[in-house]
C-alpha cells in the first residue's frame, strides 16, 4: 500500500515527464540548443541608445558632502541640458534658503503683476552673488527661473510656473525649495 506522500511524489513526476521528454531525448542523442545568435557591434549600439537614454530636462539636485562636513554639493541643468556644478558653504545655502522662500512669498501675492507684460522682480544677497531667483508676474500667473553662478559657469533655469491661488501647483520651484531645505535639515543636529 502506497502512502499519500509518495502517491503525490509519483503523480508530479508523471505528470511532469511528458514534458520533459523531448528535452530527455535530446540529450541522448548528444544534440544541444543551438547557440544564441550573437549580435553585432552596430547592433549593441543601437540597442544601447535605445535603452540607455540619459537624463534630460531641467533639475536640480543638492546633498551635504560627507567627507567634507559643512559643505554641500548642488547641481543644476536646464531643459537644454546644461549643468552647472559646485560645492557651497552651509553658510550660502542658508541664504539661498532664505531667497527660495521669499520669492515663494512674493509669488503667491498679488503684488507688482503686469496687465500686458510680465513685470520681473529679482530676488538675491549682495553678500551672496551665486544665487538669484527672478519672479516674472503676468495676469493670474507667476513664472520662477533660478540662477546659480559658480565655477563652471552661470545658468538660469525655467523653474515652471503657478496660478496664483492654486493650493495645488507644484512647480519645479516648490521641489527646488523642498530639497534644500531637507539638505540642511540633514545636517542639523537632533534636537
Not at 62 to 76: E, N, R, T
Not at 137 to 142: D, E, F, I, P, V
Not at 169 to 174: G, I, K, Q, T, V
Amino acid at each position: 500500500m502506497l502512502s499519500t506522500r509518495t502517491l503525490r511524489l509519483t503523480l508530479v513526476v508523471a505528470l511532469t515527464l511528458p514534458a520533459a521528454a523531448p528535452l530527455l531525448a535530446m540529450a541522448q542523442s548528444g544534440k544541444s540548443k543551438p547557440p544564441p545568435k550573437q549580435r553585432s557591434v552596430e547592433e549593441d549600439m543601437v540597442l544601447d541608445r535605445r535603452l540607455m537614454k540619459p537624463p534630460s530636462g531641467a533639475g536640480f539636485y543638492i546633498a551635504p558632502m560627507h567627507d567634507l562636513p559643512g559643505q554641500f554639493s548642488l547641481v543644476l541643468a536646464d531643459a537644454d541640458n546644461r549643468t552647472v556644478a559646485d560645492a557651497f558653504r552651509a553658510d550660502q545655502i542658508i541664504i539661498f534658503e532664505a531667497i527660495l522662500s521669499e520669492a515663494k512669498r512674493f509669488a503667491q501675492t498679488d503684488e507688482a503683476v503686469g496687465k500686458r507684460k510680465p513685470i520681473t522682480t529679482r530676488f538675491y544677497d549682495k553678500r551672496e552673488p551665486a544665487f538669484m531667483v527672478d519672479v516674472a508676474k503676468l495676469g493670474s500667473r507667476s513664472q520662477f527661473f533660478v540662477t546659480v553662478t559658480c565655477l563652471t559657469g552661470q545658468l538660469t533655469m525655467d523653474a515652471g510656473s503657478l496660478r496664483r491661488g492654486d493650493e495645488k501647483a507644484s512647480p519645479l520651484f516648490y521641489d527646488i525649495l523642498k530639497r534644500v531645505q531637507e539638505a540642511r535639515a540633514a545636517t542639523q543636529p537632533p534636537g
